[in-house]
C-alpha cells in the first residue's frame, strides 16, 4: 500500500502543471488548484497504481475534485448574475470563457474527452454539452477575429489595435 501512495505522489509531483490547469479550468471560483490537487491525491492514495493507467487515473480524480468543489462552492454562494460570478482563469483564450462554456470546451475540445462522459462529469445533457460546446467555440472564434482574450459577453468594450469594437459584435447587427 506505501508503494502505491508514494507512485501516485511521484506522479502528481511530475504532472503537477497539467494537473493544476485541468483543475485551474474546471473551477468557477478562486479554490486553490494546490488543495484540490491534494484532494484528489488523497481519494487516489488507496486504490492500485498502474503506470499505464496512472496519468488518465490522476486526471479524471482530479477533474471530479474540481468539479465536486465548484458545486459545493455554488451551493454555498449566494445567488448572484452571471456578471458577479464571472471568474477569468489567466489570459488564455478558453480561460476567459464562462464556467459553463470553459469547463465543456475543456474536456472536449483540449482533453478530448466524449459529449457522453463530458455530460456525465458534468452532470448535463448531452445536448447541453454540445451547445456549450458550440457558444464557446464561437466566442473564441469571434476573440480571435477582433484578437482579443476577452470573451465575457457583460465586459464591456474590447479594445483591438487603436479600434474599439464591441464585446458582443451580434448585438450591434440587431440595433
Known sequence: MKHEENAWKTLFEKQHASLAMAADMLVDHDASSGVILNQALAVLAGSSFHVEFGYPAAL????????????????????????????PKGNSLVGNLPWPERSVYYLREILRYSRRNTALLLSLSDANVEQLCSMAARRIATAREFNSPNLHHGSGPVAVGTITAPANPSAVMRE
Open 60 to 87: 479524471r480524480a482530479v477533474i471530479k475534485t474540481a468539479v465536486a468543489e465548484n458545486r459545493k462552492s455554488a451551493n454555498s454562494r449566494t445567488a448572484g448574475s452571471p456578471e458577479e460570478s464571472y471568474r
